[in-house]
């Protein structure tokens, strides 16, 4: 069975940093591209970034390019997002989600896991 | 960037009826559309891709139609479970994947 578990959530203030982790099981983690997907409060989907199956590619939307770094450890079958220099409209629960590479479709979602960038 | 523009934001309809809700793309994306149902309090689950492609285990009663720019996703005799939002997003090619704002779907 395919799981993603989000972590390392909370409440931080504006400027700071924080790391997400999201642990993968049940496949083969270095088959696939994954991504952040992130959702704010009462609103819709919104896709964050996407790193390649290797590490070799990464793709972010704009408001957060420059910002925010993806990356994963295929060893551990872990994903990342290293989010520096936040601020309020940051403020969303981040989903994990498994990327079919051709598709690019979102087949696999983490159960999410809240920011709130609040001083 | 593409536009994904969603239709109506919100609908009430009672269990048995046909629902059909509307994606509109600022551009030609071709069948690079996938469709995902999100219930209160979970996370979003893929239901079509490329369009018109249910996704492994989704009931045969959600249909997925269009091309180029106007897509529709339709649910046959709606059920109680399907009370939720629905998200279409631009698949394929490269970034932004952009998602559309959701539709509601709510039983009366």
């Known amino acids: 069975e395919v799981q993603l578990v989000e972590s390392g959530g909370g409440l931080v203030q504006p400027g700071r940093s924080m790391k997400l982790s999201c642990a993968a099981s049940g496949f083969t983690f270095n088959n696939y591209d994954m991504a952040w997907v992130c959702q704010a409060p009462k609103k819709g989907l919104e896709w964050v970034a996407t790193i390649s199956y290797d590490g070799s590619s990464t793709y972010y939307r704009d408001s957060v390019k420059g910002r925010f770094t993806i990356s994963r450890d295929n060893a551990k079958s872990t994903l990342y997002l290293q989010m520096d220099s936040l601020r309020s409209e940051d403020t969303a629960t981040y989903y994990c989600?498994?990327?079919?590479?051709?598709?690019?479709?979102?087949?696999?979602w983490g159960q999410g896991v809240m920011v709130t960038v609040s001083s | 960037n593409i536009v994904m523009t969603q239709s109506p934001k919100s609908m009430s309809i009672s269990v048995g009826d046909r629902v059909t809700m509307n994606c509109k793309a600022s551009?030609?994306?071709?069948?690079?559309i996938a469709w995902y149902q999100q219930k209160p309090g979970q996370s979003p689950k893929l239901l079509i891709y490329y369009a018109s492609n249910r996704y492994t285990g989704v009931p045969d009663r959600f249909t997925g139609g269009g091309y180029g720019t106007d897509f529709t996703l339709t649910i046959n005799s709606v059920q109680a479970e399907d009370a939720a939002f629905y998200y279409c997003?631009?698949?394929?090619?490269?970034?932004?994947?952009?998602f559309g704002g959701g539709t509601k779907l709510e039983l009366k």
């Open positions: 989600a498994r990327q079919i590479t051709i598709a690019a479709v979102f087949d696999y």
């Open positions: 551009q030609n994306v071709g069948n690079n």
């Open positions: 997003q631009r698949i394929y090619n490269s970034p932004p994947w952009t």
